[in-house]
């Protein structure tokens, strides 16, 4: 874990006193497809918003450049935490920041599908990159096309829209953007959050819209060719080329 930290600023960071990480075990089949277990019942992050010294943390909101959540966190927390994060999303863009939302679907993670639906369209209003991906957008509202993906989200307020089509690349700005290079999956654990980071990190850093997709796809063909959804630090890592 030290490794995967390296070079981040952690001074906002908090630590639970009382409870763990969660736990999830991972099951891949010939095609790096995978499936997951969870165990996040008691995890330190479904209580992260009830911790004694938050303050400091949501009052840091207006100097961020950019805040990035998805379904994933928002599943995860109670009814307070989710109000915590939607009034987290207000601060940020109130001080000039962006916020990026991936709509990464996990119905197991959710008491029903209706729920998860009121969620996903509040989350919608309240950001200014979106990251979905069809096949979680289609499970959720019934859209398969990337055009009416891309609609619905601006339709909404969303200023950017990235709609992530798997192998197929990815649908923003008005154009397909495909894979730069296509790979032989091991692991698809991660694929999309590994988009998201090579993504948000080329275009925080001036890149253009094109130029970001492909940085997002560099980033996640890597991934997806290692076991696990974080790869330890190697020589073949693409990091330098990602900005």
């Not at 938050?54 to 927390?77: E, H, P, Q, T």
């Not at 916020?99 to 309240?126: M, P, Q």
């Not at 398969?144 to 891309?150: C, E, G, Q, R, S």
Request: with cysteine; charged share 25%; net charge negative.
């Amino acid at each position: 874990m030290p490794s995967h930290l390296s070079g981040l600023d952690l001074s906002l960071a908090r630590v639970d006193p009382t409870r763990g990480p969660a736990l999830y075990a991972i099951t891949t089949d010939s095609d790096g497809e995978r499936t997951f277990t969870y165990w996040r019942k008691d995890s330190a992050a479904r209580q992260m918003f009830a911790l004694a010294d938050n303050a400091d943390v949501l009052a840091a909101g207006d100097k961020v450049d950019v805040l990035y959540f998805s379904m994933i966190s928002l599943a995860i927390l109670p009814p307070e935490g989710r109000e915590i994060v939607f009034d987290l999303c207000v601060r940020v863009r109130d001080g000039g920041g962006r916020v990026a939302f991936d709509s990464n679907y996990r119905s197991a993670l959710w008491d029903s599908e209706k729920a998860a639906r009121a969620v996903h369209a509040r989350a919608i209003t309240l950001v200014d990159i979106g990251l979905p991906t069809r096949e979680d957008e289609l499970s959720l509202t019934g859209l398969d096309d990337p055009v009416a993906i891309d609609r619905s989200w601006r339709e909404r307020g969303v200023s950017e829209v990235v709609v992530k089509l798997g192998s197929g690349g990815c649908f923003a700005n008005g154009a397909i953007h495909p894979v730069p290079a296509p790979v032989a999956p091991i692991d698809t654990t991660g694929a999309g959050d590994a988009f998201n980071a090579g993504y948000l990190h080329a275009r925080v850093s001036g890149r253009s819209i094109k130029d970001s997709a492909t940085a997002g796809h560099t980033l996640a063909g890597y991934v997806i060719t290692k076991r696990g959804g974080i790869p330890l630090p190697s020589n073949d890592a693409p990091y330098a080329v990602l900005g």
